[in-house]
């Protein structure tokens, strides 16, 4: 019996996440410019010729996984901006920014390294951008949680806020085994989240 056109899009989408997972892998290992196309091909244990029906080379690849990271930080902001109180909101942001990171420091250095390239890389400054222009978008979208919040200076709060969290990420990732995730979060979440007037 032919497959359906529901099973082959499933068969197609888990070939794609199959090459996607394999080229952050190897993004990792190696570096992007290091890796080959026969690189990600042998991570993912298909043919070369696969993963060209496909990606058309890297950069695409590249433009892909980028694509799906945007796509998560959209849907962490727009989960948090669904829940009732600013305070549900904050606590949700650094509650999954901080499992996130802790489940896959590697992936976490891998954007940010993305997003810090140097003008002159052509290639992943592009990528580095975009990250970075979709960061700006759902930073405004924290500065109304905090201004919601009843904060004085909410936008100064929310960089503040972004400024503790993002650096309790990166501590994560240098000292991931001596990192008191639990009580981090705890103490972030009582700074921010708690009072509704400082």
């Not at 244990?45 to 029906?53: A, E, F, P, T």
């Not at 669904?82 to 949700?92: E, S």
């Not at 940010?112 to 975009?130: F, H, I, K, S, W």
């Not at 919601?148 to 936008?155: A, F, H, I, K």
């Amino acid at each position: 019996m032919p497959r359906t056109q529901e099973e082959n899009e499933r068969i197609r989408q888990a070939s794609k996440d199959k090459i996607e997972a394999a080229a952050m892998t190897i993004f990792i290992k190696k570096g992007y410019h290091t890796t080959s196309i026969d690189d990600v091909a042998k991570q993912a244990q298909i043919s070369k010729g696969l993963l060209y029906n496909y990606y058309k080379g890297k950069e695409e690849l590249l433009a892909a996984l980028v694509q799906v990271r945007i796509g998560e930080l959209v849907e962490v902001m727009e989960t948090a901006a669904a829940l009732k109180t600013p305070v549900d909101q904050l606590r949700y942001i650094v509650e999954g920014a901080l499992d996130n990171v802790y489940r896959r420091p590697d992936v976490y250095r891998f954007y940010l390294n993305l997003q810090t390239q140097p003008e002159d890389d052509r290639v992943l400054a592009v990528y580095g951008d975009q990250l970075n222009e979709e960061s700006r978008i759902q930073f405004e979208l924290q500065c109304k949680m905090f201004e919601n919040l009843g904060v004085r200076e909410p936008r100064l709060r929310s960089l503040h806020f972004s400024a503790t969290l993002h650096g309790a990420m990166l501590m994560l990732t240098t000292y991931p085994n001596g990192f008191p995730v639990k009580e981090i979060k705890e103490q972030i979440i009582q700074e921010y989240c708690i009072y509704s007037a400082e």
